[in-house]
Each structure stands twice: as structure tokens, then as C-alpha cells.
């Protein structure tokens, strides 16, 4: 019967298989439900799988495009049908023993939003009855029917479920009962009577099969799919899937039941089978938690056999598919029945623990099993969480800035934050947004809460190169420093109150959370060292301070990728002295900027040793000054006020002021990111970088007298365009060395970041002078896409997806058409005439698990990315180094 | 002999060359000056030109770099001097009959900095006297030992020329006369004991010539030169030649004198030579000023056999060189010698009567015509000019912005301009710095003068654009707005005031200049036309306007190439339209937004219907809106300043001007030129290109009706990235076409603008959906650089030209290794899906010679520019489609 389909003109394809004609392979063609039953079927037996068959995506796809008309497919449902008539022994609507089938919806991914399941669809005033005599279960036959009706209303007709709820609280209030399996038939009966009334009930069992068809096509375009796909980067084009199965009815009586089974631990990961199951119900009573499922545990009390071979299933199933598998099942009288299977989703730490059984049980390689991780999702295991098993009202949402979950005072600035932290209590930091002399804030506070900003934000990126939760954007939320309350609605909120946020969910609540610490378990480092060992690209860590240095290597960082020399100005204290810089560079001549280049560079000196130190043995790549000197400056607003206040009191600081004043506006740009920043300030201001130059040196030269082994230094020279930007540079690097003492290549090599287009064009030529290419794939995003990230990912990100001209941020997962081309460019030309670059990526894409499947095909030597996320690059550096080996490996 | 040093080891270079030896082939090593007198020489034979000899520029890079020392230099010098010696029958240093010799610099390119020319090296006390025994003229030989120490001591020793100067005008006034010539022997006997009181003078002629040689060298890195250098964009690594040459005496007496000579005149380019000349005087002083040369015309009555002579040898050269030549003789008591040939710079309308004339006389192709003229000097054939015999003095500069000259009176609004212009005057209009709401005041006034800005600004761009001079950022102006004043140091001017400014040379004056106006003259016309023949290159106008379109196609446009349909709202008449829209996209559904993209949608297509008629048959590129939206508002400040003053008299106007507030907020961007605009706009904001669309289409039905040949309208979408950008906005377009019946390929065609990198890499897929390409090299160069225009051009490129990094803006001439290898890849790729890709140039580069030279070489099908720029941009096609058929063509 295939082969005859078989001959079908290519121009028409099969719209419909039975199950026993497909396998997993055809998930694209049948959805994930539809190809996982056929491939249970084939491996199971069909005594173990109701038959029944699959309308493929590419039928849902025809038949959206053509308002509903598709050629041939009502020939083949038909046909198909004919066949599960013959297989089953009955037929859709006979009276007397009529065939009953459930319709379900399945895409080619998991796609909540759509059709729900329809059961028991063949039933009608007629058929019941018939039902009813050949079971000799009125009681069944009635629950069925009443199901039936109910679920083809709400799901098909799209009739308010609240109309059936209403109703059957009423039969049972009538009749003094709780349950609904106490409704006996009689009720039941008069319930079905109550549902017809709720709207035009179809009673032709073929009419009700191609209206429930066309509901789920329909389902497809309804607004949350649409809106689902949009979040999860899903193709409109996909189309779904419909299964039709043959029914088996768990709901037949107290030696039936339904329920659902994962092959382990859904939540631990152990090994033992997990699940919920309820007697005599079917399979929408165990997820619609009316009545309290029971654990899977008690099947082997009450019914062994079908217990030991649901767990025999399960482990055939796991060994079949590789993997940890979520599966629904029904009992009939006693008989046992696989409906669905599919690889089970899974927190963290049961990814995790599954992965190291599965390689200690021979089911899987290590290949295999790091293969089965989510890299992403192990975020969860290095932050504080909240307890997941902790009831909270969440108070106000905002943007996921910054993952990890904290609880604490509130407190409104710097100061307070680092005060609360002295005596020894958390304290959250609330602010409108956060800036420079804030960032003490961070190191003090237990997490970061703003009112403004996105991803982006200044808040955001120091929260998370720290490890601080942090939650920004929050609107609905007024903090008003000045009357120094937190606004949340009618809720309002002072200094010492407590709060709660979480950060890799963007909530924030008043209750009190219990935290759950983060675990590096055995299990973990486990897999981390698998990792290691599979892996072919190095990971760094993104880290400017001695303490971060410390963090990143105790996550198992080999060094650091990224040490932003400028980051140290940051800190309050140290604000002063760059200021001075910035403001004295106007007035050669008066010994001003000597002076503060002077004081800059002991600290900096004393900061690049402690993190020299820090990483005894690895690289570290110090990056020179890059960006603008206004950054360093107060804003203008702000200036303006003090200004206006030193004014009216003739205060002793307004020369100062008034000098900062015209350094703002001297320094003002209109653009600054492409602006005079990196190695452009290198050139025009030689002075500040021979003092950061020197600084290094010094570090070295002062670890060098205390460690065995000294660090590998690498100066980073930002912002290169011109291969003579470089030479330029070098020459300077090169005098200064002399000086010190210090010879390239043995006590420190010289390279560029990549972060413009153009280095990457003329790669081979600054390969000429550069030991390292560092791909600074932030700044080369905005360059090549014209995408500045503080404007662009509010403001039209989220308009660009929704629009489905892009999956998402570019900013989160490298553009490889774009960018990740200009990457390739720059590693192929830079090797043309240095074979021995190295080269490595230290733009935040270095910690996505996707785009490090990218760098790794592309041949990058490493990345680079903040400390907490170093664990998941490490992961996801071997998935890329398994994938690449086999491109099955990972789904 | 040359054969026998021709075997020298290629390790040890020729680094002497006799004249007879050389070739202009031969110029990256003997210099400009030695190539061309060893060609003379070839040429007129040795009778005409004394001989001499050449030491490369090689030898001088040697010399620079070993610190002086170079091996078998000497060696090599000595030889060739022992070879002129034989020649001329004389020895260097002989008491009796001594050789001399000049010695003068002469680098590959002229080059002014360097070391001046010596005279009459090889004199002293003692052969002073054999000179003036040999010739018996014993005021000659003092007149030549004189001028020999003085020089020596000037350019060798570096005494000041003061002191010289003073000595020579107390001999003068002691003796009572007012001339150099009237000083007798005995006078300059006594001036040479006073010069060598100046200095030690050296006696031996072996260490004057090797000491006037290194002399040269070290003028290389001489401060006047390096400067020279950098602004010139030459390279420091070429190094200069020396010449040596034996002396000829113009100061022998009457029937000797010394000259230059043009073979044709050069400031009208008329067939007949001109020049000046002096009696009885040696080279430098014709051009030193002392006393008032002759004209060559003269020459006929004074020394007719030499005056016909010299007219022969003019026509021989130019006919040899295929060019003008610019040549310095001298004529010993009646005999003519020949020292220096090169090619005449001349002004623009020389260079062009030149070419024409050439072609006629049969000197010249056209092709080879066409390549004698430096197409970018042309700018000055097409706007008023300074009368260049007019004296004036500068009393301030600026940028040069906007090239041509203009007076009047002072304006400081658009308002007054257009007054001043309303009764038939001429304004300037002198501002701080302009905006949207000032080109109304561009239309009306002769000339723009800002203090603030750069080639950049505001002002610039719409006055290029328009073809009114312009000079900005005039540092020493203030522009006192509220006191009415224009002050510029002590000078302070008031509305109605004259002034004038050159915007070619970024001049500023009070004085009434007369002006020049612009000459499209006949000749003009033909090698325009010639160069319509020769170029493949096509050659349209940037014109936002009917009358800029108009201008345009008399200059020869053939099309549009940039219509930037946004400029039509800033016309005054227009800001409160799209102002209206602007604030209004925040309130949707009040209607606000609807009538503002109605209001709009009249205008534009008023405006486009009067430009295609201009261009009736001819292609126009419209391109859809394209800047952020907060262009279109007032700057905060004055924002800011409106609102104080509405406040304090609460004003009705106040709730409007609140919402203008609002909308500032909401759009104000970190760096606009990265954020919301393009497509972007049109994608988050599709009514607003939708209205632009059917204006488009209104226009084109309208013109349509009247026109026999209906433009051919170009849609274009600027800022792609995403190739899905596009497709969006074809979804749209091809709506908007149906609805107004126009068809896709025949009423109109849909093209992209390319101005992003991330466009260029993926040009391929882009090509799939898209009729042409438009490269905007302007912000393309602003993203593959990370150059933003506003910041860096003042900021950064002087310093960096300053530091060698770049030999100029790389707005001026576009970057070919970075933004051209983009534009080449835009091109390949997107020809490999759509071979009959249509591509071209709307940056301001596509009116730059130099980057018009790379465009056709990178196979783009034409450039746009502003229509000023046209005539120069077709002779410029013309000599790059020359260049590259023989790339010898054009030096």
C-alpha cells in the first residue's frame, strides 16, 4: 500500500501517514508527537501502541495558504481512516461499536498555544448508547460522551471553559457529591443534555473528525501560537502535524487509568522512574489537577505487573532514543498502553546527573551524554535560585538583566548598600539606573534593581560581569531618590524594607523567598572535566579586578581574555584621579596631567600585579584604554545642577566645576560610539597609554620577583582600523620595553582587538604586526549591523522580532551571515601571513552556548567571556567539538 | 662606461646617474628634476643643455638612514664629477679656469621645504680671481662669488637671509645706488668679506660639494618639508635626488640674462608662450622679486635668434612630453642653454583650452587630452571666483566647506536673506551654525559664513548640495546673535555690513572684491562631450528638488541618483508637518497621525511630480525616509528656552510644545547614526513609508498624464541589513502597487540602498529581491571605519593625517581597502544571483576624481553626485575608463 502511494507524482506529496509507515527521523514531516509515536510503534509493537495515523505539517501549511482548501487530503484522511477501521476491527460511528479517536495537535517542536487534545471524537447521541451496551458500562460510555461534548466545545468551537466547570459544579452540587468520577451515569447523562445547549453539537462523526482537523490548522495562527513562536524564535512556515489515534479509555473503571512517566527523577535526575497516574481517568485529569494525581511509586502497589513492564518500557525507551524520556500512558482494564514519548526536559541538575549515569550505566559515550545538555540552562546551577518549592506573589516584572536570585533591605544608593554590608545584612540596591560611582554599590549589595534600562544597561552589564542579580527596566516601578520611597502601584516602599528579585526571570517580589545556594556538584565537575577533555577551544574569562581574576579561575578559567585597564578607574575612589587626567588634557604645560597620569599609573600598577597574580601561570589579555574620556565625566544634567548650586552659594569648587564643565562640552560627540575612543585616544594622548603600558610593565616586573610561574601578558591594543594605527602603537610599546627592560614575545606579546569591520577586511595586513587577534564581537555587531545596542535593543529588537526579521537580539547569539563572516575573514586572512595567530573572542557571545558552536566551526582558539558563565562555555565548547565530529550527536 | 657599472652586484645600486644616462622613466629615482633634464638632454642634445649628473633618491634614504654614511658614494660622485670635468674641460677648484656647478634638490614629486638651489659651487678666494682673469670681467666673477657665499651661507649653513640682506642694501646706500647690478667689483669684493664674516666659509670646492649634498639629504626631514609631506600625502620613505650640473652665467653682462618660460600662456592656456625674464642676472633672481622681470614677448625685440630659438624648443618639448611645459633657460652672452623642464600646472580654464587646443593641433587623442586635466580643479570653472587680480586682505579663516566666492551684505536669519534678496541684493548669511530651519536663508543668500563646523556641518552639507560657497568654523568669529554683532578680533560688523567670502579657500574678507563668474565656455563644453564619449561610467546628481534636478540636467546629469525625499520636510512651510507626525506617532488613534501622513503625502507628491518632470525620460532614485525622526525636531536647548518662556506666560502654545518635549524624550538616541532610521522607520512605522510610496505613485500617474517620456522611477530602501528588511517592505510595496496599478519592472523598479557592511557580506541574498544597488559610501565609511563624520573629522583625522596614519579624510576619497572592498564585494556577490544587477555610487565620493578612478575599476555602473560636481565627475569617468586602458596615460 506505501509502494503505491509511492507513485504519486513528486508535484503531489503523501499528506497523511499511519504510524506504522513513519519513524523519528520524520519529525520535520510529521511534528515531534507524530514521529515519536510511529518510532514507539516500531520499536513497542502495535500491541502496545493504539493505532492511528499522522496528517503531515506540509498539509497544514497547504492548507493555510489556501484558505482551507487542499487538494487530496480529504481522500487520504479518508483512506486512512478506512485503514485504522480495518486494523481496529470498528468503524467511526458505527451505532452499535463505534471506533472512538483522539485528535491532537504536534508541531515539529513542543509549541504550547495550540489545539488542545480532543478525546473520544466518534461519539454521539446514537453511538453512546452502542457504547454503552457493548462495554456494559453505561457509566463509561456517558463519561466518555460528556468529555467528549465538553472537550469538542471548548477546544473545537471555541466555547468558555468556564460554561462546562459551571455546569458540572452544579450536577454536583445538585447531587451532594465532590468528585466527578461520584457522578454516576444518570448525571452524567443530564450533564451531555446541558453541553448541547451550549452550542450546535455535530453529530456526524465525520463532520466532527474534519472540524477538529481544521480547528488545529486553524490553531496554528491563533494568537498564542503566533505569540509563542515569536518568543522561541519558531518559523511561522513550520505548520503543525495532526495525530488521530485510536482510543484507549483509562477512564473504563477502577482496573483503568492514566498517567504520566519520566524514565528518572524529573527533578533530581536519579534513576529511579517518577510519574503521576490517577485511576479511572483519562489523560486530561491528571494535568488539569482536579483531582490530586498519585506518584507513580503506588502503581507497583496497585497493579505490579503493570508497573514492572511500564518500567521495562521506559528503560527500552531510554536506551532507544539516548535519552531521559517523558511519556504518557493509559491502562485499560488492566491492560497497559504507550500514547506519546519524547526526550524529557529537565532542570539543571537532573541534566547533569543524567548525563554522568548514563555514561557510568554504558547507555550512553561521554560524547553522548554532555551531548544531552542544555549549556544555557546550567546558569541555574552557579547562582542562588529561589526555593522552586516556595509559593511568591510577584509584585512587578522587568527585563531578566542579570541571573541569580537575591533577597534583602532595600537601600538607595552606594553608601547605604556598603553600610547595610558592613553590619552584616543583604541589601538590595534600588536605583532609577545605575552609573559609574555606583558600582561600590555592586560589590556591597546582594543584588541590583532598577526602574530603567534593559540587557544593556550599565546596571545590567556590571551586574552580570560580577555575578549579581540583577533586574532593570522595571516601569511599573517609581524610585524617587528624593522623597527616598520605591513605588510599585499602591504598594510603597522605604530603605530597610525587604525585597526579593529574580533575575533570571526578571521578577521581583515583597515575600520573603528562601533561597536555594547554588551547587557545583560532584556530578557537575564530572561533566565539566568530560568537557575539558573534549573540548578543542580554550575558555577565558572577561574579569578586571583581582577578586573577579580569583572567580574566573575557581569556575576553571585558563586565563583571562579580557582585563578592561579602564574598569579601574571606575571605582569612587580612583574617579577623581581620571577626571583630573581628562580635565588637565586641555592645559599642556602646567603639570597638571603629569600629575594625575602619575597617581593613575601606581594604581594601576598595583591592580594589574594583584590580578597578575591572580592568574600565576595563564594569559592575560590587558586591554588599553577604550572608551570615550567623557564616560569618565559627570552628566551633563547633573554637572548642571551642582554647577547651579556652587553658583548660588559662591562655592570655593566652582573653577573645578566650571573646568569639568568645558571638558564635557570640549569632549561632547555626537556619536560616541564611533567616536574618539580606543586606539585613537592612544595616538592623540600617547601620554595615557605609555602610563598604562608602564604599569604593566611594573606589575610584571614586580610578580615576576614574588611567583614561580609568571603570568602571560598579552597588551591588547582596542579599536584598530589602519594597519599603521598599529606600527604606531608599537613603536611606542616597543621604546617602552626597552626601557623596562622587557622583550616581546618572552615577557609579553602585542595584538589587536578586531572590533570594526574594516580590521577584519585588511586582516592580513595587521596580522603583520599583531601576535593575537581578539574579536570584540559587541563593538563589531553595532558596526556591521548599524545596530548601536543602547538604542537599538529597546527600541527595535523586540519590533524586528515580532516582525520575524530576526530571531532575536544579535546581541545574545552571534549573526553569523553578518558578523560571524567578518570573524571568519579576519581568522583566514590574519592567518595568511601569521600561520601562529591566535586568536579569540571576548565580546559577550563568547559565554552563548550558540554562538560557541559558531566560534568553534569557525576555528577561533578561544573565547573569552564574564566568570559565571565560564562553566557553561566550557560545556558548550565540547558540544561544538562533538558536533562538529558528528552533526547527529545533538538534536 | 655605463656598461662597465652595469655589472656592478645588484647588493650595491647605481647610485650616481650622468644626465646623459637618464630617462623621465627614470623619475622614482632620479627625481622629478633629473629625469626630466636627463630627457632634455636626450632630446636637445648636450649643446643645449650643460651637463651634469644625478645622485638618486635611493642614495639620500641610504644616507638618512645609515646616518650619514653610505658605501661608494663618495667613490661614485667623485667618478662622475671626474667624467664632467673631461665634458667640460675644466676642473673643480682650478685656480686658473675653475669648473662650477649648481646644486639642487629634486624629489620624485615637487616638492617645496627642501633645500633652495646653490649657484656657482666651486669658487674661492683663490679661483675667484682665475675666473675673473679667464673672462675678463672681473665684476661677473665677484656678482658670481658674492651670490655663491651668500647662497652657501643661506641654504648650506643655515645663516638667516637677513643678514645677508642687510649687508648688501649698507654697500648700496654707501654707495648711493638703488640696484644689485649697479654694485661694481670692487663693492662686491668688499660684501664678500663681510658675508664670510658671517660664517666659516669653506674653501676647498670638494668639501662645498659634499657638504651642499648632505645639505640636501638633511632638507628631506627639514620641519618645512615633513609638513609639505603630510599635507600632501607623501610618503617619507622617498627620499630626494641631487643634481649637479655645470654652471651657465646669465649675469655675464648684457647679452646674457636668465628666465622662465610656459609654452603656452598659463593662466588663459592661449597657444602663445609667455613667461619673464631678466638681463644679466642668474635664476634666482627672477623669481626672488628684487627686481621686476620681463615678459618673454619682449625678448623678441631684445635677442630676436634666441626669442625663436627658445619658441622652437618650447614646441619640440611639449610636443615630446604631450603636454604644457613649465621650463627655466639661460642665455650666456647670446647663446640659449636649457636647465629645467616640467609639465605646467595651470589654472582650470588653461588646463581645458590646453586640451582642446592639443586635440586640434594634432598633439594630442582626446584621450590623452582629457587625461592633461586635473578634473577636480574644474570646480573652479563652475562658480563665481575672487578676480585673481584683485588684492584684498584675509581678515579671518575657516573651512573651506562649499567651494565658489560671494558678497554682500550681512544677514543673521533666513528671514533677512530672504528680504535682502527680495530687493534685488546680495546676503550673506553669517550664523553660529545652521539648521533644518535655515535653508530657507541658503536659497535666498549669495553665501553661507558660520563660526562653528567643519566639511561636515550643516551648513556645508546643504550648501555643497545647493552650490552656495560656504566657509565654516571661522574660529576667530563670534556670532553674537541677541546683540546683533559679528565680531572678529577688534573688527565688529552689523547687519547690512559687506563682507565676502571664497569658499574654495576658506577665506573671509570686508573688502569689496569683485567677483568672476563662472565660464562654461565653449571649450569647456567639448571636453565635456569628448568625455561623454570616452566614459562607460554613468554620471547622475544627488537633487532633492525641481530646481536642484533642473541644475542638475543642465550639467549634464543623466538621472537621479539620490532623491532624499525627506529633505522636501525641511522646508519651513513643512517642519510643522512632519513635526505634527513625529509627536503624533506616540498617540495612536486620535487621528493626529492620519491627517499629518495626509498633509504630508500632498506635498511630497507635488514635490516628486516637479522633479520627474525635470528629469522627464531620465532615471530618479527616490529614497524612502531615512533619518531619525528627532532630525525633524528642535534641539533640546531651544527646546528647552521655548518652553521657559510659554511657562512663564502660559502660553496656549504650551500643551503642544509639552508634546514636542515628550516625543524629544522618547526618541533622543546614544548614537543616532546606529539606531532608529531607514528602513527601520519603515518597518516599526510602515504608514509613514506606505504614504511616501503612494506619493511616489501619485506622482508618477500624474507626470504620466503630461509627459511623453515618463521618468523612470527608482524606489530605494535605505539602511538594509536584513535581507527580510527588504521583503517586508516589497510586501508593502508591491500592495501599494496593485492598488495604483503599477507594475514592478515597467512603471518602477526597487532597489537597495547599501550603506551597512553586514549588506555588503550578504549581498548575494539581498540581490535576490532587489533591482539595483546604491552604495552610500558616505555611511558606509562611517561603519566599516567606526568613523562617526560629526566626531571624527574634526576630532580625529587631522591628528591622524598629522601622525601618517591616513593620508587624508576618508570621507574625501573613499578608503579602498576597507569601504572599496566592501563596495567590490557588493557587487560580486550580488551580480552571482542577478547578473543585470544595476549598481551605483550616492556618497559624496561619487564627485571625487580619485574615488571615481577606484569605482570604475570596481565595475560600479555609474556614481551621483551633487549637481555642481557633475562636469567634474564626467571628465573624471572619462580619464578613469583612459586610466584604465593604459595605465600610462595618466601620471
Chains 1, 2 share one sequence.
Not at 561521554?366 to 546550567?378: G, M, N, P, Y
Not at 577578586?547 to 578592561?564: D, H, K, N, S, V
Not at 564581537?777 to 553595532?782: E, P, R, S, V, Y
Not at 551571515?817 to 573572542?841: A, H, K, N, S
Request: glycine letters at 8%; one cysteine or more.
Amino acid at each position: 500500500m506505501i509502494a503505491a502511494r509511492g507513485t504519486m507524482a513528486p508535484s503531489a506529496p503523501q499528506l497523511v501517514y499511519d504510524f506504522a509507515e513513519g519513524s523519528r527521523e520524520m519529525r520535520n514531516l510529521l511534528g515531534g508527537k507524530g514521529a515519536n509515536v510511529a518510532e514507539m510503534t516500531r520499536l513497542l509493537g502495535p500491541e502496545l501502541v493504539p493505532a492511528g495515523f499522522t496528517i503531515t505539517a506540509e498539509a497544514c501549511v497547504r492548507y493555510l495558504d489556501a484558505d482551507g482548501v487542499v487538494d487530496g487530503l480529504s481522500a487520504e484522511v479518508g483512506a486512512a481512516l478506512a485503514r485504522l477501521e480495518a486494523l481496529a476491527g470498528r468503524r467511526l460511528g458505527d451505532p452499535a461499536d463505534p471506533l472512538l479517536v483522539s485528535v491532537r495537535s504536534g508541531a515539529r517542536d513542543s509549541m504550547p498555544g495550540m489545539l488542545d487534545t480532543v478525546l473520544n471524537l466518534g461519539l454521539n447521541d446514537i453511538s453512546v448508547e452502542g457504547l454503552a451496551a457493548r462495554t456494559g458500562n453505561e457509566r463509561f460510555a456517558w463519561d466518555s460522551y460528556r468529555r467528549f461534548v465538553q472537550m469538542f466545545g471548548n477546544v473545537v468551537m471555541d466555547i468558555p471553559g468556564e460554561h462546562f466547570e459551571e455546569a458540572i459544579a452544579a450536577a454536583k452540587a445538585a447531587r451532594g457529591v465532590t468528585l466527578d468520577t461520584d457522578l454516576d451515569a444518570a448525571a452524567l447523562r443530564e450533564l451531555v443534555a446541558v453541553f448541547r445547549g451550549l452550542y450546535d453539537f455535530p453529530q456526524d462523526p465525520r463532520a466532527q473528525l474534519e472540524r477538529a482537523i481544521n480547528a488545529v490548522f486553524d490553531s496554528w495562527n491563533g494568537p498564542r501560537a503566533v505569540e509563542y513562536r515569536r518568543l522561541h524564535r519558531i518559523p511561522d512556515s513550520w505548520g503543525t502535524a495532526v495525530n488521530v489515534q485510536q482510543m484507549v479509555f483509562g477512564n473504563k473503571g477502577e482496573t483503568s487509568g492514566s498517567g504520566v512517566a519520566f524514565s528518572r527523577d524529573e527533578i533530581t535526575g536519579a534513576p529511579e522512574p517518577s510519574g503521576d497516574f490517577l485511576p479511572n481517568a483519562q489523560g486530561e485529569d491528571v494535568v488539569s489537577g482536579v483531582r490530586t494525581p498519585r506518584d507513580l511509586a503506588e502503581l507497583a502497589e496497585w497493579m505490579p505487573h503493570v508497573h514492572a513492564q511500564l518500567h521495562d518500557i521506559l528503560r527500552r525507551l531510554e536506551r532507544h532514543y539516548g535519552d531521559m524520556q517523558d511519556t504518557e500512558f493509559t491502562i485499560e482494564e488492566g491492560r497497559l498502553y504507550m500514547l506519546q514519548t519524547r526526550n524529557a526536559k529537565r532542570p539543571a541538575q537532573a541534566a547533569v546527573r543524567f548525563a554522568v549515569d548514563a555514561v557510568r550505566e554504558g547507555l550512553l559515550t561521554r560524547s553522548q551524554a554532555i551531548a544531552t545538555i542544555h549549556a544555557d540552562r546550567l546558569d541555574a546551577l552557579l547562582h542562588d535560585t529561589f526555593d522552586p518549592a516556595a509559593p511568591f506573589n510577584v509584585c512587578a516584572r522587568g527585563v531578566a538583566a542579570s541571573p541569580g536570585a537575591a533577597s534583602g533591605e532595600i537601600v538607595l544608593t552606594a553608601q547605604e548598600a556598603v553600610g547595610v554590608r558592613a553590619a552584616g545584612r543583604d541589601a538590595i540596591l534600588v536605583r532609577p539606573f545605575t552609573e559609574a560611582e555606583d558600582v561600590a554599590g555592586f560589590h556591597a549589595a546582594a543584588g541590583i534593581l532598577t526602574s530603567e534600562g534593559g540587557k544593556a544597561s550599565h546596571a545590567a552589564l556590571v551586574a552580570r560581569g560580577m555575578g549579581r542579580p540583577a533586574v532593570t527596566g522595571v516601569d511599573a516601578m517609581q524610585v524617587d531618590l528624593q522623597a527616598r520611597e520605591v513605588r510599585i502601584g499602591d504598594l510603597v516602599l522605604r530603605p530597610g524594607d525587604r525585597i526579593a528579585i529574580d533575575g533570571s526571570a526578571g521578577l521581583v517580589t515583597t515575600d520573603d523567598v528562601p533561597l536555594v545556594a547554588p551547587a557545583m556538584s560532584e556530578d557537575f565537575l564530572t561533566v565539566l572535566a568530560w568537557s575539558d577533555d573534549l573540548r578543542t577551544l580554550g575558555v577565558r574569562a572577561n574579569a578586571d579586578t583581582p577578586q573577579a581574576a580569583a572567580e574566573a579561575r575557581a569556575f576553571g578559567a585558563e586565563g583571562i581574555g579580557l582585563c578592561r585597564s579602564e574598569h579601574m578607574f571606575m571605582d569612587p575612589e580612583r574617579v577623581p584621579l581620571i577626571r583630573r587626567l581628562v580635565v588637565a588634557l586641555a592645559h599642556d604645560g602646567n603639570g597638571e596631567r603629569e600629575a594625575a597620569l602619575v597617581d593613575l599609573r601606581r594604581v594601576q600598577q598595583a591592580d594589574f600585579a594583584g590580578i597578575f597574580e591572580a592568574m600565576a601561570g595563564l594569559p592575560v589579555t590587558v586591554r588599553l584604554l577604550d572608551p570615550p574620556l567623557h564616560e569618565f565625566l559627570p552628566k551633563p544634567q547633573e554637572l548642571r545642577a551642582e554647577l547651579d548650586w556652587a553658583q548660588s552659594v559662591r562655592s570655593a569648587d566652582l573653577p573645578e566645576l566650571l573646568a569639568v564643565q568645558e571638558a564635557l562640552t570640549r569632549l561632547a560627540e555626537v556619536n560616541p560610539m564611533l567616536g574618539l575612543r580606543g586606539v585613537r585616544l592612544g595616538l592623540l594622548y600617547p601620554d595615557i597609554y605609555a602610563m598604562q603600558i608602564e604599569a604593566i610593565f611594573g606589575a610584571v616586573a614586580d610578580v615576576r620577583a614574588r611567583l614561580a610561574e609568571p603570568p602571560k601578558v598579552e597588551i591588547m591594543v582596542p579599536l584598530v582600523a589602519y594597519e599603521s594605527e598599529l606600527v604606531t602603537m608599537l613603536e611606542l610599546i616597543d621604546e617602552l620595553a626597552q626601557a623596562h627592560e622587557m622583550r616581546r614575545g618572552e615577557d609579553f606579546t602585542v595584538g589587536t582587538m578586531m572590533e570594526l569591520p574594516r580590521a577584519c577586511l585588511i586582516a592580513d595586513r595587521i596580522a603583520r604586526h599583531a601576535d593575537f587577534f581578539s574579536f570584540g564581537t559587541n563593538d563589531l555587531t553595532q558596526t556591521t549591523l548599524g545596530f548601536s545596542r543602547d538604542d537599538v535593543e529597546s527600541a527595535i529588537v523586540p519590533g524586528y522580532v515580532a516582525r520575524n526579521i530576526i530571531d532575536g537580539s544579535p546581541f545574545d547569539s552571534i549573526d553569523e551571515d553578518g558578523v560571524g563572516r567578518l570573524v571568519q575573514m579576519g581568522c583566514e586572512l590574519g592567518r595568511m601571513t601569521r600561520p601562529d595567530l591566535y586568536t579569540g573572542i571576548c565580546g559577550e557571545h563568547g559565554g552563548d552556548p550558540q554562538s560557541i558552536g559558531f566560534f568553534h566551526r569557525a576555528g577561533v582558539d578561544y573565547v573569552s567571556c564574564s566568570p559565571f558563565r565560564v562553566p557553561i562555555a566550557r560545556v558548550a565548547a565540547a558540544q561544538a567539538a562533538i558536533a562538529a565530529l558528528d552533526p547527529q550527536t545533538l538534536s
